[in-house]
């Protein structure tokens, strides 16, 4: 099986914090416009919709915009370039974007004080312990 090798392009290093800035804008807007696509790919209509999938998208951004040196923003948005291609070539399984990008970082939200509910004193000490 030949599989065809399909490198991310290396941009150009930015002069400017305003030319990384512009950099980063436009990949934002092609990053939004990739949502459709990628929601067909994996099938995510029945778990989120594309404006939650935007501002996922914006929260990556957001998490690293107290970044000021041009070549450290050129540096994440090739990572962001890769992540996105290999998503969109679906190098990625469904429980990958689910997991990184619908889900998040904190987790699957769950109801703690249900596991509590008729425990004996016993587990609820065990619970509040230092063994998770």
């Known amino acids: 099986?030949?599989?065809?090798?399909?490198?991310?392009?290396?941009?150009?290093n930015s002069v400017s914090l305003e030319e990384a800035r512009s950099r980063t804008f436009e990949f934002f807007r092609s990053a939004c416009r990739s949502i459709p696509t990628i929601m067909d790919i994996y099938n995510?209509?029945?778990?989120?919709?594309?404006s939650q999938l935007r501002s996922a998208i914006a929260s990556q951004f957001r998490k690293n915009a107290?970044?000021?040196?041009?070549?450290?923003?050129?540096?994440?948005?090739?990572?962001?370039?890769e992540e996105l291609?290999?998503?969109?070539?679906?190098?990625?399984?469904?429980?990958?974007i689910i997991g990184?990008?619908?889900?998040?970082?904190?987790?699957?939200?769950?109801d703690s004080g249900s596991k509590d509910q008729g425990s004996s004193e016993f587990l609820k000490n065990f619970y509040s312990g230092n063994y998770f």
């Open 1 to 12: 099986m030949a599989f065809t090798l399909r490198s991310v392009k290396v941009p150009p």
């Open 44 to 50: 995510l209509h029945d778990i989120v919709n594309p």
């Open 66 to 81: 107290h970044i000021t040196n041009p070549k450290v923003i050129d540096m994440l948005l090739f990572k962001g370039m």
């Open 85 to 96: 291609n290999n998503i969109t070539e679906h190098a990625k399984q469904r429980h990958h």
């Open 100 to 110: 990184q990008y619908v889900v998040g970082n904190q987790g699957l939200v769950q």
